[in-house]
């Protein structure tokens, strides 16, 4: 036991592990140029790679939209409260 075994490939003796997903993999499944397994990470690069990129901003400022809008509601609430105790005394 002292080298892995491909994960897809039980007879064939491991020459990388894949970056991503640190599964051992042989010749035919690794891939040099991204340093990851073709058939699980390799294709999900291209798949994903811009929407992961994009996602963050609209998602940061839509919850900044809405912690705003939520602080100023609780503004709101409070001086209305305020308001309302000091006429009532
Ligand atoms: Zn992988
Ligand atoms: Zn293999």
Not at 11 to 31: T, W
Not at 52 to 74: C, D, N, Y
Request: with cysteine; hydrophobic share 35%; net charge positive.
């Amino acid at each position: 036991m002292d080298f892995y075994r491909c994960m897809n490939h039980p007879m064939e003796a491991s020459v990388a592990q894949c970056s991503r997903c640190g599964k051992p993999v042989c010749q035919q499944c690794y891939d040099p140029e991204t340093g990851r397994c073709r058939h699980r990470c390799g294709e999900m690069v291209h798949h994903h790679a811009p929407n992961m990129t994009e996602q963050p901003k609209s998602t940061f400022w839509t919850f900044v939209v809405t912690l705003l809008a939520i602080l100023g509601g609780f503004a709101v609430l409070l001086l209305t409260i305020c308001g309302a105790m000091l006429f009532s005394y």
